[in-house]
């Protein structure tokens, strides 16, 4: 009984959020209580006598685990403006009845919240290049815009041309040295799983790798990590050291075309669905500011995915009549609460994530 409730809790608080963010461009949060509420009556009703004898006290442990790493991933996406807060809240209140629903998935309890943020991203990445496609993406004339914008990005990003050079050696050494040291230690995550979780992290952390990539110092420490450790103990362990560089080009480039895809989800579908200009006096609260404005502005407030306050807004104003007043860039962003319940009903019904069975069935195309 308690499943039979859990699974029409999961299916009603989804599609009234999916329904809720298409009105409202938000997830509100009497939705976020009332999920919270029957989830915790859930767990609660578990405890009942002649319930709680045939449920083992590793399982309480075990979902008070998953439901704590579903609650610091959605922190983490909303810290690092990934995901407005609404979508972060409805992400550990869909995870959280999952194993209500069903005890028995897949990565319950270490791995499950990873294999939800795996069937998000990957679906919606996958929605995005097809609606690329579909609008004409490639057509002569935008295949050549596309094309010309690409040429005059790389014009100007050529004479900072050492900085990607020192970006892609230090990529390449850091996943050469997770490769090595997951042949030599105990990896708790492996194969599909240890690679993908290993391209989240750098992915997530990028904000700072990026910054710590681009230094000497930093470069000289991974050359030295390459040419005084691993190329010494290669030859002393009789490591077949072709193979480990190979292995370490190939989970590199893996990452590079995991970032640009992830950028195409974020970048083309969540922030830059729409671009348009508006006076500093239209800027309303929840507006997403681009990140050109940002710049002009040389704003320091924080910045989350939620859009800005009305104390920001302020802030904004003020500067804008020092600088001289100018137009600011915000976006109109897309729902994207859909891909969230998405997401978590595939984990539910699914034994295979979205990225697995794309890769499964595009080796027979």
Not at 300 to 329: A, H, N, P
Request: net charge positive; proline share 3%; charged share 15%.
């Amino acid at each position: 009984m308690i499943r039979a409730l859990a699974y029409v809790a999961f299916w009603g608080l989804g599609m009234v959020a999916v329904w809720d963010d298409f009105r409202f461009q938000k997830v509100r949060n009497q939705w976020i209580v009332l999920g919270l509420l029957l989830s915790g009556l859930g767990y609660l009703s578990l405890g009942i006598p002649g319930v709680w004898e045939r449920i083992p006290v590793s399982f309480y442990w075990n979902a008070g685990l998953h439901v704590g790493l579903c609650f610091l991933a959605g922190v983490c996406l909303w810290y690092l403006r990934i995901w407005p807060a609404g979508d972060a809240k409805l992400y550990i209140v869909l995870g959280s009845l999952l194993i209500l629903a069903h005890p028995d998935l897949r990565g319950f309890p270490s791995f499950l919240f990873f294999n939800i943020l795996v069937n998000i991203f990957v679906s919606a990445g996958l929605y995005v290049v097809l609606v690329l496609l579909g609008e004409g993406f490639v057509a002569r004339r935008e295949f050549k815009a596309t094309l010309h914008r690409l040429w005059i990005r790389l014009s100007d990003e050529w004479p900072k041309r050492h900085r990607y050079v020192l970006i892609l050696w230090n990529i390449f050494v850091l996943f050469l040295v997770l490769h090595i040291l997951r042949q030599i230690f105990f990896w708790p995550i492996q194969g599909f799983w240890g690679q993908v979780s290993a391209y989240f992290t750098v992915y997530f952390l990028w904000r700072w790798l990026n910054l710590m990539f681009i230094r000497w110092d930093v470069t000289g420490i991974s050359f030295f990590i390459v040419s005084g450790i691993i190329l010494p103990l290669g030859f002393i362990l009789r490591w077949d050291l072709m193979a480990q560089f190979v292995e370490g080009g190939i989970l590199s480039i893996g990452f590079w075309i995991f970032f640009a895809v992830l950028r195409l989800v974020l970048d083309g579908y969540l922030r830059n669905a729409r671009l348009r200009k508006v006076k500093p006096e239209d800027l309303e609260p929840g507006m997403i500011l681009s990140e050109q404005t940002w710049e002009l502005l040389e704003e320091d407030c924080t910045r989350y995915s939620d859009g800005l306050s009305e104390d920001e807004i302020q802030v904004i104003r003020k500067r804008c009549e020092k600088q001289g007043g100018f137009k600011i860039s915000v976006y109109e962003p897309r729902t994207f609460a859909f891909w969230v319940f998405w997401g978590s009903l595939w984990t539910l019904v699914q034994r295979q994530n979205v990225a697995e069975w794309l890769v499964y069935y595009l080796r027979y195309l």
